[in-house]
Nanobody, 115 residues
Framework: QVQLVESGGGLVQPGGSLRLSCAAS????????MGWFRQAPGKQRELVAT???????NYADSVKGRFTISRDNAKNTVNLQMNSLKPEDTAVYYC?????????WGQGTQVTVSS
């Protein structure tokens, strides 16, 4: 059973930074890709950033240049460094892992950007 546990969310002022981490149970090498999605109230869940097992990355246009996804294979974690945060970044952020047959999701962590 795959478990993904997110941490690092919270309240931050506009222009501030947060770092999200996703800890996976077991090796992350077994996943085709891992990444982050987010869902704001009343909106659909959307892709934020993903990274393949080979290291290729993909970002939503709205976060390019501000967010950086990375992975620590030794710790089985995937991280999301979020800089220059905006109020529109407010959402629940979910960690995602793409296995050979299905996707796995974490429970989500709240990020609120507000003054």
């Amino acid at each position: 059973q795959v478990q993904l546990v997110e941490s690092g969310g919270g309240l931050v002022q506009p222009g501030g930074s947060l770092r999200l981490s996703c800890a996976a149970s077991g090796s992350i090498f077994r996943f085709v890709a891992m990444g982050w999605f987010r869902q704001a109230p009343g909106k659909q869940r959307e892709l934020v950033a993903t990274m393949t097992s080979g290291g290729s990355t993909n970002y939503a246009d709205s976060v390019k240049g501000r967010f950086t996804i990375s992975r620590d294979n030794a710790k089985n974690t995937v991280n999301l460094q979020m800089n220059s945060l905006k109020p529109e970044d407010t959402a629940v952020y979910y960690c995602n892992a793409q296995g050979p047959y299905r996707h796995y999701w974490g429970q989500g962590t709240q990020v609120t950007v507000s003054s």
